[in-house]
T-cell receptor
Framework: KAGVTQTPRYLIKTRGQQVTLSCSPISGHRSVSWYQQTPGQGLQFLFEYFSETQRNKGNFPGRFSGRQFSNSRSEMNVSTLELGDSALYLC??????????????????FGPGTRLLVL | DQQVKQNSPSLSVQEGRISILNCDYTNSMFDYFLWYKKYPAEGPTFLISISSIKDKNEDGRFTVFLNKSAKHLSLHIVPSQPGDSAVYFCAASHMEYGNKLVFGAGTILRVKS
């Protein structure tokens, strides 16, 4: 079974530009979450999508947005890029949204990430 | 405000010995805890988890211990192997968070042969 794929793997942008990152979840998985990893910080949750609906959102400005398509593929967009947006962006897929059950979060499978450099 | 803290940026252990990675949390609402392992150029891989109703969970060489009163958990790897060398992330969640995980900054484990 193919794992989570993310494209592109590397990206260089300049301040003020916008960027769109793509994530294809494991086949059959309907939940996609996005995380940002910066040096010295852990992974910080951006948002989760399930059945094309945003289920959960982290503490990021509105410049960060996302969407999910009917085939569960997800994209995240960052507008008006800032130098501080340079990071590794990871997506994770799971079968269901954790809110669907009471046993805790679903096991999430991470992709290799997209490394974004903002100059 | 870092709700999940891994205070040791790195740990070096001899092959065959025990590795102990520590994690502290501040939010008493957290009721589920996980450990992820990450190799360079790869995404994090789920390792082991524990619910707050338990104080220990074992899976092969990996054991996670939870001390709720101290808001502390630890991951024990016995015996440590060179292939265990990676970054280990502690993460926490709450039932109401759904799939949202709050991660620590990670600990780099080096297992020397």
């Amino acid at each position: 079974k193919a794992g989570v794929t993310q494209t592109p793997r590397y990206l260089i942008k300049t301040r003020g530009q916008q960027v769109t990152l793509s994530c294809s979840p494991i086949s059959g998985h309907r939940s996609v979450s996005w995380y940002q990893q910066t040096p010295g910080q852990g992974l910080q949750f951006l948002f989760e999508y399930f059945s094309e609906t945003q289920r959960n959102k982290g503490n990021f400005p509105g410049r960060f947005s996302g969407r999910q398509f009917s085939n569960s593929r997800s994209e995240m967009n960052v507008s008006t890029l800032e130098l501080g947006d340079s990071a590794l962006y990871l997506c994770a897929s799971s079968l269901r949204s954790g809110l669907a059950g009471a046993k805790g979060p679903e096991t999430q499978y991470f992709g290799p990430g997209t490394r974004l450099l903002v100059l | 405000d870092q709700q999940v803290k891994q205070n040791s940026p790195s740990l070096s252990v001899q092959e065959g010995r025990i590795s102990i990675l520590n994690c502290d949390y501040t939010n008493s609402m957290f009721d589920y805890f996980l450990w992820y392992k990450k190799y360079p150029a790869e995404g994090p891989t789920f390792l082991i988890s524990i619910s707050s109703i338990k104080d220990k969970n074992e899976d092969g060489r990996f054991t996670v211990f939870l001390n709720k009163s101290a808001k502390h958990l630890s991951l024990h790897i016995v015996p440590s192997q060179p292939g265990d060398s990676a970054v280990y992330f502690c993460a926490a969640s709450h039932m109401e968070y759904g799939n949202k995980l709050v991660f620590g900054a990670g600990t780099i484990l080096r297992v020397k042969s």
